[in-house]
């Protein structure tokens, strides 16, 4: 687990609630980790020679980078919590991880970036839908 993530949350000077840090510190942390693969392999799509068969696979890489970085950032602030928001968020984090790991995995066997970013929305989705499971 990224320290930072742990270190920030475990100096938070309000109580934090029933949330499970566990799950909390996991889900920032693969959705930062997410967007930044989700960048890199879009990125690496661009470069291929074949790149207008990746554009699908460009734009959702795209999103999914927005919108995972929106949800890591979500879930860093506490002050003033809704659980509603976080909810819809981490839904539609879910959402945009299971659609670009499922484009991804149709280039993984030809593109090495394509099967690692594949990786990191799986375990960004699971990590969601974890986190989800206990709000």
């Known amino acids: 687990m990224t320290t930072m993530v742990k270190d920030m949350l475990r100096t938070y000077p309000a109580d934090l609630g029933g949330v499970n840090r566990g799950a909390m510190e996991r889900c920032i942390s693969e959705c930062f980790d997410c967007s930044q693969a989700c960048t890199a ?33 979500i879930l860093s602030r506490h002050t003033g919590y809704d659980a509603n928001i976080t909810r819809t968020q981490l839904q539609a984090c879910a959402m945009v991880c299971k659609s670009c790991a499922e484009e991804c995995e149709r280039h993984a ?13 799986r375990r960004c989705e699971q990590a969601c839908n974890e986190l989800l499971a206990t709000l």
């Open 109 to 121: 066997d030809m593109h090495e970036h394509c099967r690692i970013c594949a990786e990191a929305c």
């Open 41 to 73: 392999c879009a990125d690496a799509c661009l470069s291929e020679d074949m790149v207008a068969e990746l554009r699908k696979c460009i734009r959702t890489n795209m999103d999914c980078s927005d919108i995972c970085e929106a949800t890591g950032k």
